[in-house]
């Protein structure tokens, strides 16, 4: 990856950075879109580590769907050339769910995360594929479909060889099983249909037909709040020992990373290192940091300080853990995200404003990549309005 650039383009990227993006401070008052990037190279994933992909979401489907914006994948080009130019790594936010993939118990629609993958596959990219087996957005046919123990397991599994191997070689990383256990670390026996009907052995079942059916990929447990040691990731590190101890493919810890500011910046690193030496790959899988908002006004700005070291702090820890390969963020710029649908009072939680302008945010994250990747030493991009 190049990442030290010629002088002369350099000086050139400096002032053009200077004059049309950098890292606002105050809310941009755009009329037109602003740049997203000074150059090609001058991006989040153009200065990550070997070794480490720097994902985004896909905005689709979802909470978008009852918004008055196109569809964002297929409708907003300054969107998908972000997408290119910043990510290494792309995760469908929605369209390789249950209820997007299965309209019908005999039917598959494929269209909107082919789309996605090809597109993935174009420019180079690694892609997260998510979810297999969920207690969340499932269809209706499924959930109040009266199956028998047999039948369910039977469509479990048809859905999971059908998605997996027709994928396989283009989804390098699967999360199987997304969010089986609650807060308090029990497992999810009421609201997941395959554990409620199947029994949590079912678990280990669905990691073993993904496996069969692309035996490259990389097999994900992925959930929320399991950033730091506590109830709920301590049973997702008793789990992922017990299904090693019985052979079971399982090669992952995803950590979501949905943050609040309004609670403490989670201390991740020995969280991620006891899932490592395990032997795990571990990766966070779906960050944003959500602040306060009141109306359309703009977030206090040292709520939008706060956020960047929110940021940072999670990248911080990844970096620092080698098994810690893969950094997605929940989509952006903040009007395509999930969080002001879902938390009254909360919003402005992506690492770019809607103009697609930077936020301390991005910087910190790219500086901190920087840093890793040892590009610090270059002059000018230190010198970039995104480091002062
Ligand atoms: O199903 C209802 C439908 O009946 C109703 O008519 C419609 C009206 O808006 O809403 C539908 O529910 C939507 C749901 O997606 C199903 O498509 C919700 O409004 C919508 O908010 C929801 O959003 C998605 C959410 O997952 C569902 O849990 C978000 O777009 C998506 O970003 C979010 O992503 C999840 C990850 O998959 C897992 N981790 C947490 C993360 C954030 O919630």
């Not at 908002?293 to 040292?302: A, F, I, K, T, Y």
């Not at 820890?317 to 395509?336: E, I, M, N, Q, R």
């Not at 030493?377 to 480091?387: E, H, I, K, L, P």
Request: aromatic share 10%; net charge negative; with cysteine.
């Amino acid at each position: 990856m190049e990442v030290l650039r010629p002088p002369a383009a350099l000086a050139a990227t400096a002032l053009l950075a200077l004059a049309i993006a950098g890292c606002t401070t105050e809310y941009p008052i755009a009329t037109e879109p602003a740049p997203t990037a000074i150059s090609e190279d001058d991006t989040l994933s153009a200065f990550a580590p070997d070794g480490v992909k720097i994902g985004s979401a896909v905005a689709g489907g979802g909470h978008h769907e009852a918004q008055t914006y196109p569809d964002p994948f297929s409708g907003d080009e300054q969107y998908r050339s972000v997408l290119v130019a910043e990510f290494t790594s792309l995760t469908p936010e929605n369209q390789l769910k249950w209820e997007y993939l299965r309209p019908t118990q005999d039917e598959y629609n494929f269209d909107a995360a082919d789309a996605i993958i090809e597109f993935a596959q174009e420019n180079g990219q690694d892609v997260r594929g998510h979810t297999l087996l969920w207690h969340s957005q499932n269809p209706g046919w499924l959930e109040q479909g009266n199956f028998t123990a047999d039948e369910l397991r039977e469509i479990l599994q048809d859905h999971i060889t059908t998605v997996v191997s027709r994928y396989a070689g283009k989804i390098q990383q699967w999360d199987v099983a997304n969010e089986i256990f609650d807060d308090a670390g029990g497992l999810r026996e009421r609201d997941n249909i395959w554990i409620r009907e199947l029994g949590p052995e079912i678990v280990a079942d669905a990691f073993r037909w993904a496996h069969e059916a692309d035996p490259d990929a990389l097999l994900f447990v992925n959930d929320y709040n399991v950033e730091q040691i506590g109830a709920k990731s301590d049973a997702y590190y008793t789990l992922v020992q017990d299904l090693l101890a019985q052979g079971v493919p399982v090669h992952g810890f995803g950590v979501q990373g949905h943050l609040s500011i309004q609670y403490p910046a989670p201390s991740m690193q020995a969280n991620l290192e006891r899932f490592a030496d395990l032997g795990l790959q571990v990766a966070i899988t779906e960050l944003d940091v959500r602040v306060p908002v009141s109306g359309d006004s703009r977030p206090e700005q040292s709520a939008i300080d706060t956020q960047a070291e929110y940021y940072s702090t999670m990248l911080e820890a990844c970096l620092a853990v080698d098994a810690c390969t893969s950094f997605t963020l929940w989509g952006l710029p903040d009007k395509y995200s999930w969080v002001p649908h879902f938390f009254s009072g909360e919003g402005a939680a992506t690492v770019l404003w809607d103009d697609f302008s930077r936020k301390p945010a991005y910087c910190d994250l790219q500086e901190l990549l920087a840093e890793k990747s040892g590009t610090t030493a270059d002059a000018a991009f230190t010198s970039r309005v995104c480091a002062a």
